[in-house]
């Protein structure tokens, strides 16, 4: 069965860091690109940042660009966020998806059940 699971979620205060994690399994995760969205309550869902299938390519949002970086260790099949200068804007459920490429496309496949993180002012 594919899975994907997200952790490493919790409550920080403005200007904190947090590293989420994302574990896959039930696929060949290594050949697909993946990415970390976010959606706070009564907003739309948010895209943040995307990883290709080598963990060459990125790229991220307008709103967390220098703030947050992506990662990706294949060989664990695990997919990392590390969000530093946290802002209470930031406040979501993050949530991984894997793309149905090897590049960042508009088309995702596989979604995890959601982190929240919280920050507080």
């Known amino acids: 069965q594919v899975q994907v699971v997200e952790s490493g979620g919790g409550l920080v205060q403005t200007g904190g860091s947090l590293r989420l994690s994302c574990t896959a399994s039930g696929f060949n995760f290594e050949a697909y690109a993946m990415g970390w969205f976010r959606q706070a309550p009564g907003k739309e869902r948010e895209w943040v940042s995307c990883i290709n299938r080598s963990g060459g390519g990125t790229s991220y949002a307008d709103s967390v660009q220098d703030r947050f970086t992506i990662s990706r260790d294949n060989a664990r099949k695990t997919l990392y966020l590390q969000m530093n200068s946290l802002k209470p804007e930031d406040t979501a459920m993050y949530y991984c998806?894997?793309?149905?490429?090897?590049?960042?496309?508009?088309?995702?496949?596989?979604w995890g059940q959601g982190t929240q993180v919280t920050v507080s002012s």
């Open positions: 998806a894997a793309n149905r490429y090897w590049y960042c496309s508009a088309s995702w496949a596989y």
